[in-house]
T-cell receptor
Framework: EAQVTQNPRYLITVTGKKLTVTCSQN?????MSWYRQDPGLGLRQIYYSMNVEVTDKGDVPEGYKVSRKEKRNFPLILESPSPNQTSLYFC??????????????FGPGTRLTVT | GQQVMQIPQYQHVQEGEDFTTYCNSS?????IQWYKQRPGGHPVFLIQLVKSGEVKKQKRLTFQFGEAKKNSSLHITATQTTDVGTYFCAGRDTGRRALTFGSGTRLQVQP
């Protein structure tokens, strides 16, 4: 089944403890992206990747890192999480680097709480 | 930076009534997409509009892209309880790669 998977789905952690949220897609998509969703703010793009080893900042990249060593995986790294990073995170992928033409497939989301 | 405003934030309708959500960008868009997110779910792509003045229909849903490519609307005719969810528009500024989402319109349909 074609899908985008995220792990973990739920995570409660403490301030400063490094964490990684994994994202994987089995559709051979070139473009992948991370968003955070907060009440009243919609989805805001954190980072995106047009292809392997190509990443770029979205609108809210501060406090996050990403890597794209293989096509299928795009992990989101929080080196030192803070409470303002408590949010619902979505990973998404698109078939081609020409983002203007293709729909995004979203993962199920990861609900992160930083205390 | 680019801003995408969406109104209303929330709408409660009786089943069978129509519903419209509006999306306005501070800058000209190269394209606009619409998504639906059911409660507890993830956003699901509905459609993309690219051309100035474009109108597309999907059954009871009608999507429009403004002539100036700075605004868009989604209209649902005769709402059903299955239409419940939050509808987001998402636009890409010409010359930018990142996609900017509106804050969404949450639709509640009373049976």
């Amino acid at each position: 089944e074609a899908q985008v998977t995220q792990n973990p789905r739920y995570l409660i952690t403490v301030t400063g403890k490094k964490l990684t949220v994994t994202c994987s897609q089995n559709m051979n998509h070139e473009y992948m992206s991370w968003y955070r969703q907060d009440p009243g703010l919609g989805l805001r793009q954190i980072y995106y990747s047009m292809n392997v080893e190509v990443t770029d900042k979205g609108d809210v990249p501060e406090g996050y890192k990403v890597s794209r060593k293989e096509k299928r995986n795009f992990p989101l790294i929080l080196e030192s999480p803070s409470p303002n990073q408590t949010s619902l995170y979505f990973c998404a992928s698109i078939p081609k680097g020409g983002v203007s033409s293709y729909e995004q497939y979203f993962g199920p989301g990861t609900r992160l709480t930083v205390t | 930076g680019q801003q995408v405003m969406q109104i209303p934030q929330y709408q409660h309708v009786q089943e069978g009534e129509d519903f419209t959500t509006y999306c306005n960008s501070s800058t000209t868009l190269s394209n606009i997409q619409w998504y639906k997110q059911r409660p507890g779910g993830h956003p699901v792509f509905l459609i993309q509009l690219v051309k100035s003045g474009e109108v597309k229909k999907q059954k009871r849903l009608t999507f429009q892209f403004g002539e100036a490519k700075k605004n868009s609307s989604l209209h649902i005719t005769a709402t059903q309880t299955t239409d419940v969810g939050t509808y987001f528009c998402a636009g890409r500024d010409t010359g930018r790669r990142a996609l900017t989402f509106g804050s969404g319109t949450r639709l509640q349909v009373q049976p």
